[in-house]
T-cell receptor, first 115, second 117 residues
């Protein structure tokens, strides 16, 4: 098991462009979480999935953001019409059910820079 | 509402010193979970420990120890005989059950620990 994988590790994009990130969770984990982390801050929750169902979304997730987990395995996070304020590290985490007893496994993140 | 406060933004120590990272939390629930994570320069958050609100027993793991005190709503983390490899940002996090029943961690702003040789 290689842990949680995120791709790409770094993305530089021009303002107004769309970007998509991918997260591959640990295979037996049915829960998947997206967080955003800006410089000097802790991770902020964006959304989470149980299997393919998106169960909760933060108000940080504006209508320019969309996340999917079509087959309950990998997930994608798309940002449309990127803005400079979207520059951040986007972290993915996965966990089994009853996650709070086991902790959450995080990936290394995708660092987005909007220029 | 839940909140995690890590008042120390940055701590700088010399190798072999002991260091304590503070974490104060707020929650209205009686059932909740506390976590510590380490984020090295590579960026990946590494799980260190989880504590539930009913277990106030302190824990020691090698050079790491955690002091959970419900009376002061604190969950402090001590590194004994610090090493350069301990240099990282450390996050305290709290999970308490929202209406949906999902325990989603809320993180503090982190404490950057720099250990000098």
């Amino acid at each position: 098991d290689t842990g949680v994988s995120q791709d790409p590790r770094h993305k530089i994009t021009k303002r107004g462009q769309n970007v998509t990130f991918r997260c591959d969770p640990i295979s037996e984990h049915n829960r998947l979480y997206w967080y955003r982390q800006t410089l000097g801050q802790g991770p902020e929750f964006l959304t989470y999935f149980q299997n393919e169902a998106q169960l909760e979304k933060s108000r940080l997730l504006s209508d320019r953001f969309s996340a999917e987990r079509p087959k309950g395995s990998f997930s994608t996070l798309e940002i449309q019409r990127t803005e400079q304020g979207d520059s951040a590290m986007y972290l993915c985490a996965s966990s089994p059910s009853g996650a709070v007893r086991y902790g959450y496994t995080f990936g290394s993140g995708t660092r987005l820079t909007v220029v | 509402a839940q909140k995690v406060t890590q008042a120390q933004t940055e701590i700088s120590v010399v190798e072999k010193e002991d260091v304590t990272l503070d974490c104060v939390y707020e929650t209205r629930d009686t059932t909740y979970y506390l976590f510590w994570y380490k984020q090295p320069p590579s960026g990946e958050l590494v799980f260190l420990i989880r504590r539930n609100s009913f277990d106030e027993q302190n824990e020691i793991s090698g050079r790491y120890s955690w002091n959970f005190q419900k009376s002061t709503s604190s969950f402090n983390f001590t590194i004994t005989a610090s090493q350069v490899v301990d240099s990282a940002v450390y996050f305290c996090a709290l999970s308490d059950p929202p209406s949906g029943g999902s325990y989603i961690p809320t993180f503090g702003r982190g404490t950057s620990l720099i250990v000098h040789p």
